[in-house]
Nanobody, 123 residues
Framework: QVQLVESGGGLVQAGGSLRLSCAAS????????MGWFRQAPGKEREFVAAISWGGGSTYSADSVKGRFTISRDNAKNTVYLQMNSLKPEDTAVYYC????????????????WGQGTQVTVTS
């Protein structure tokens, strides 16, 4: 089992940047694929980006390609989401999640979730 804690959210103007971090407990972090999802008020949770256990494969939603980058540091048990050129429509609660099998791009593939961190982008 793995426990996840996100940080790095906040308030930023459109065009700005933020870097989210997700710290994982446990010694088996490197065995998990990691994903970032977001959920805006009144909307379903949506996929943002995912990375394989070794970091060799990454996937991102079309809406964030070229702006967001997912990475991980297994020595620090941490996964990151670098968000550049932020837009007001990126406003949401961002969640990190861990999966023991594959690199899912849907929430249903992730049994472990953090509590979320709020990102608000103003115009």
């Amino acid at each position: 089992q793995v426990q996840l804690v996100e940080s790095g959210g906040g308030l930023v103007q459109a065009g700005g940047s933020l870097r989210l971090s997700c710290a994982a407990s446990g010694r088996t972090f490197s065995r998990y694929a990691m994903g970032w999802f977001r959920q805006a008020p009144g909307k379903e949770r949506e996929f943002v980006a995912a990375i394989s256990w070794g970091g060799g494969s990454t996937y991102s939603a079309d809406s964030v390609k070229g702006r967001f980058t997912i990475s991980r540091d297994n020595a620090k048990n941490t996964v990151y989401l670098q968000m550049n050129s932020l837009k007001p429509e990126d406003t949401a609660v961002y969640y990190c999640a861990a999966a023991a099998a594959g690199v899912p791009i849907t929430p249903y593939g992730y049994p472990y979730w953090g509590q979320g961190t709020q990102v608000t982008v103003t115009s």
